[in-house]
């Protein structure tokens, strides 16, 4: 609140009487705000020099001999300074809360989005040297929420003992990015072609070199597609260039990436080096502007490895602890390229405050604390996030935003973060909506709901599940899975697939079916009766073999090749010719994360209970002899 404007006590005062407090006001501090004056108390130790710069900015004054450091109470004492206030820094101040860590932040705006949730803001800007240096003397750490900072600055107060983190030089390094990608270029980290352009000849010839359509980008100040441009042919590049403030303002130019993917790590690396990765996510990009997180990305596994190794690589290369954001391209020809770096939370990580153990924003202070990294990995199975970017200009915008707000409000495994932005704008950030369930079809499709997207579109068809056989004549077995999945309204897909005559049909099939989504497969074996266990083998998805039954030796050949799989690939199976056991088998491992679906199992084995109990009756009161006539077929 405005009205807190209560410093922490440094570390050097702590043990000795509580200053007295500033009156409270209306209006945060400005940027004028004088450090606070040592205690007067007579029952206080004689008053000691003035801390220097050094000793205020990191609040860790040497102890004298044979005294030991201050117990520190809670978390931390330290007060962290952020610098920047926007929703992300709302975030930040917000789990820092959850802590107990003090945070400041130095803002321009009075109400900017963390104003309301920090520890004391400081209205000033944070790209003005001497006003990050009248901040930094009240922080034990600096930090950011934005890297359009005063790095010359930072880098002199780290001089001086000011601990930054990250640390000022990656924050140089980040700015421009041409200088970043020169930098990751050095370390060997995949990235499109780019070349510096100064001139119309210059990018003439860069434009010969790439081809078009040809990326043209600033190199500083460029953020949620401001600062980019795509020339489609060399008559546009003069245009292009102007539009971009022409070649004074700092030009260069990217070979055009043509992506499967976009995609986001997160990583987190402590003041010791030290290194946790978030899972991969997707990002889906609207006008340029981050849309829609998907988590984890719907990739296969061995891209994963990839696109974390690259993103890890690219960090351990810079200077300082902290949450880094890496923005990756997943090419066509499965490569994955660093397209930017950002040296803090990320838009991209919103939805580890519901889907992870640890959420990002917390992760972050853990790091420039100097704390234990926490648990990066996901406590939902799947979640989606989805950006609320302004739709009108205006009170109108203001009216759209909450009609979607009330409708997430009624969404399950839904959760709003409003970022309290006083000004609506098209397409500016408003505030994000998590939603976490037990798949990315569900999640998907509670986005849909929410967004009134139409019910038949291509995303609710999704299959979850998947039935095959080798040959049609299984079909009259099969379709009893297929009417079991269809009673509990489980979209799926059924399909040939031969193991002997299609064998790489059925590899492929294999591979792709955990990334297009489905989470179970429940497969027909016939005869020789390998088509479970080839899947099985090549998936790490749960397969439910269902023995056919065949005039030789009525199905027995089949139910013994499924038990008798090699330890390390296991396969489920039912009785011969059980289909709707198979059906039932695969709704219940579905159910074990989904709550609406397993409510729906339980009553449906209510029904079966009831049916029973009804044939119970019925028999008794009717007697066997009339019950045979009006039930059983002679």
Request: with cysteine; hydrophobic share 40%.
């Amino acid at each position: 609140m405005h009205a807190r404007l209560l410093s922490a006590p440094s570390r050097a005062s702590a043990s000795t009487s509580t200053p007295s407090l500033p009156s409270a006001g209306r209006h945060p501090c400005r940027a004028s705000w004088e450090p606070r004056p040592p205690s007067r108390s007579s029952a206080s130790p004689p008053p000691r020099p003035p801390l220097s710069l050094c000793a205020r900015a990191s609040m860790e004054p040497a102890p004298s001999e044979g005294q030991s450091d201050p117990p520190v109470h809670g978390v931390s004492d330290r007060v962290v300074g952020v610098l920047g206030g926007g929703q992300l820094g709302k975030m930040l101040c917000q789990a820092a809360s959850q802590m107990g860590v003090k945070v400041a932040i130095l803002d321009p705006l009075e109400n900017c989005p963390a104003s309301s949730v920090c520890h004391k803001h400081v209205v000033g800007s944070f790209d003005d040297g001497d006003t990050v240096r009248e901040f930094a003397k009240r922080c034990d750490v600096l930090t950011f929420e934005i890297e359009h900072v005063d790095a010359a600055t930072l880098e002199k107060l780290e001089k001086q003992g000011v601990v930054c983190e990250p640390k000022a030089s990656t924050i140089m390094i980040i700015q421009d990015k041409f200088r970043q990608k020169q930098y990751f270029s050095k370390f060997g980290i995949p990235l499109p072609d780019f070349v510096e352009v100064d001139t119309l000849s210059s990018i003439e010839k860069a434009g010969q070199m790439f081809g078009y359509p040809l990326m043209v980008k600033s190199k500083r100040l460029a953020y949620d597609g401001r600062g980019n441009a795509v020339a489609h042919d060399k008559n546009e590049l003069s245009s292009v260039v102007s539009s971009l403030g022409g070649f004074e303002h700092g030009l260069y130019v990217e070979r055009w990436t043509p992506f499967a993917k976009e995609l986001s790590v997160i990583v987190a690396r402590s003041r010791d080096g030290c290194t946790v990765c978030y899972p991969v996510v997707e990002t889906i990009h609207k006008d340029n502007i981050c849309h829609v997180v998907e988590a984890p990305a719907e990739i296969s596994e061995k891209m994963k490895t990839l696109a974390t190794s690259v993103a890890e690589k690219a960090i351990k290369s810079l200077e300082g602890a902290g949450v880094f954001a890496v923005e990756l391209f997943l090419t066509n020809d499965n490569q994955v390229l660093l397209n930017e770096v950002a040296p803090r939370p990320h838009n991209s990580g919103h939805q580890t405050i519901e889907a992870c153990y640890t959420s990002q924003y917390e992760q972050h202070l853990r790091a420039i604390l100097g704390l234990p990294l926490g648990d990066p990995s996901m406590k939902a199975p799947a979640a989606i996030m989805y950006n609320i970017l302004g739709e009108d200009e205006g009170e109108s915008g203001f009216v759209l935003a909450h009609q979607l707000i009330k409708r997430a409000l009624n969404t399950p495994g839904a959760s709003v973060h409003w970022y309290a932005k006083p000004e609506m704008r098209k397409q500016r950030k408003m505030g994000h909506i998590t939603i976490v369930g037990p798949s990315m079809f569900i999640v998907k499709a509670q986005l849909d709901k929410l967004l009134q997207r139409d019910a038949d579109g291509v995303n609710k068809a999704r299959p979850r599940a998947a039935i095959i056989m080798g040959s049609d004549s299984d079909l009259p077995i099969m379709k009893d899975a297929a009417a079991v999945l269809e009673k509990f309204n489980i979209p799926f897909e059924l399909t040939i697939v031969s193991a002997h005559r299609t064998p790489k049909r059925m590899y492929d099939y294999a591979l792709s079916a955990n990334e297009r989504g489905i989470e179970v497969i429940i497969a027909g074996a016939g005869g020789a009766a390998h088509l479970p266990g080839m899947v099985a083998s090549l998936t790490t998805l749960p397969v439910i073999g269902v023995p056919i039954w065949t005039k030789s030796l009525q199905g027995m050949d089949s139910l013994l090749s499924i038990v008798q799989m090699p330890k390390g690939i296991p396969v489920a199976t039912v009785a011969i010719g059980n289909a709707e056991n198979a059906g039932l088998l695969a709704v219940r491992m579905l159910g074990s994360r989904d709550p609406e679906l397993s409510e729906r199992i339980y009553e449906y084995q209510q029904n079966l209970e009831d049916s029973v109990l009804g044939k119970a009756q019925r028999l008794e009161e009717l007697g066997s002899g009339e019950y045979l006539k009006q039930y059983m077929k002679p």
